[in-house]
């Protein structure tokens, strides 16, 4: 594609199998690692065709989940006499989580008294937002997550093409533009599976990305693992049809 995208706050290995994990409704002391694996490895391939600079750890993991699910594949009488070979992933992935744990959880108090300030009087609170207002924060892998789902759909409906018009990341940019012109809140996953091919989808998850570092629009999840909604934060765009 001619365009690579950097994020600052990129996730690891471990985040991705937790995600996989809980989106999946599974037990983390016995996932089943056949499935765990072929996600994970999908995963890797969009981010490859994202252009991501992925780090060496991602590629790491993915050999390490193949090694395990060789040796998930011998008989049963062989693995008697070893352990379980997902145990030491287990080990990990309870360890990762006590700290993410903690990390939020001190997150949360920061965010907690950013919403007070003193006041000549003396110090007062600043009321919090409801319940249902508190957005979820977006993550490169949510919007993996829609990417698939968006890709199954299309599949499902028998309208997927191998080969496809070449799209580039300006063209669509301009396409969001057109549409945030005319609404100021839209479906991710709606947008996704108006396409019919995979090429044009990932482009078009790089224009999003740019869009949100440009500060053109942000993306927010109302509930776990729910639809995406990117929002315009620009008041107006400068959009003409046709033009690019």
Do not use: C
Request: overall charge negative.
């Amino acid at each position: 594609m001619g365009y690579a995208v950097r994020i600052e706050a990129f996730e690891g290995p471990l985040d991705l199998l937790l995600f996989l994990i809980r989106k999946n409704e599974m037990d983390i002391h016995d996932i089943p690692i056949a499935h765990i694996t072929r996600q994970y490895l999908d995963y890797i391939e969009v981010m490859q065709l994202l252009d991501l600079e992925l780090a060496g750890d991602f590629l790491v993991m993915a050999a390490t989940l193949m090694q395990i699910k060789a040796r998930m594949l011998l008989p049963s009488q062989a693995l008697e006499d070893e352990d379980d070979p997902r145990l030491e992933l287990v080990r990990q992935l309870e360890e990762y989580q006590l700290y993410r744990k903690a990390a939020e959880t001190l997150q949360e108090r920061e965010n907690t008294y950013a919403n007070y300030f003193l006041r000549e009087s003396g110090p007062g609170p600043v009321d919090l937002p409801e319940a249902d207002e508190i957005v979820l924060d977006v993550t490169l892998f949510d919007l993996l997550q829609a990417y698939h789902e968006a890709l199954e759909r299309i599949q499902e409906e028998g309208r997927y093409e191998v080969q496809g018009p070449e799209v580039k990341v300006s063209d669509q940019i301009e396409y969001l533009r057109g549409l945030l012109a005319g609404s100021e809140r839209l479906s991710f996953l709606e947008i996704l599976t108006g396409f019919n091919n995979r090429m044009v989808m990932v482009v078009t998850i790089v224009a999003v990305l740019e869009l949100a570092r440009l500060g053109e629009l942000s993306m927010e999840q109302a509930e776990l693992y729910g639809d995406l909604w990117l929002n315009r934060k620009t008041p107006a765009f400068t959009f003409q049809p046709g033009t690019s």
